[in-house]
């Protein structure tokens, strides 16, 4: 899906824009331990990291695998030092209100009713 | 032609940590490096940088970039690590409450290290420190 239908879906606020809004995403990583996003990252450039890891670490573990696009969860307040990081690595900073577990729910399906219409 | 440069390591400071990896990434791009080789260094440059602010005093890291290897020494003062097999072992971890709470501290550190490196050399000295050097080979062309 593109950066702007997650948008849509996650109602999210856009903290930094990085990446153009017609990115493609294929993947997406929950979690919030980084050495998980270092190891499992395949593809960072079409991988979408969701966390409530909202520390500047976050962001540079993004940098490190070219992950574009990070969506913090549970409407949490981030560091400055983050949007900095955001800022000079050109990722897309989203903030969404819900929690991870409904993010990846709602994404989830999403995805499934893409590949299901897409099989009539 | 060889690139070398050395970056000082604080314990303890998160919001500096990666300040080294992000500064060589951008290097080997910069160099036109492969993009899976690009990919090996800043993980395992990383993984490296964040163990010496997790868990040492201070330490040194110094990037050689050479025609057919990229080659990493890192130096840190600290309490050295007391068994060298188990910090080897997936999930095995001594961080500190705080340092999990920054996301790290799952005991991949140097498990991700040795996966993307060609090869690695841990020594360590129980309260002096750790010398870690590792390197990743260039394909010739």
Known sequence: ?120 | MSISKIYHLEGGNFSEAGMASSDIKKLLKKLGLPSNIIKKVAIAMYEAEINVVAHAYSGIMEVMIKPDEIFVSIEDEGPGIKDINMAMTEGFSTASQKVREMGFGAGMGLPNIKRNTDFMNLETEIDKGTKLKFGIKLSGE
């Open chain 1, 1 to 120: 899906m593109k950066i702007d239908e997650l948008k849509k879906i996650l109602n999210a606020e856009v903290l930094t824009k990085g990446i153009d809004d017609n990115h493609e995403i294929e993947n997406f990583c929950c979690t919030e331990l980084m050495s998980d996003v270092l190891a499992f990252t395949n593809d960072g450039e079409s991988t979408a990291l969701i966390t409530a890891l909202s520390n500047a670490q976050t962001l540079r573990t993004a940098d490190m695998v070219d992950i574009r696009v990070v969506v913090i969860v549970r409407g949490k307040q981030v560091e400055e030092k983050l949007i900095e990081i955001a800022e000079e690595s050109g990722i897309t900073l989203l903030r969404t209100k819900y929690p991870i577990f409904t993010v990846a729910g709602k994404l989830y399906q999403h995805i499934n009713m893409e590949s299901a219409s897409e099989h009539k």
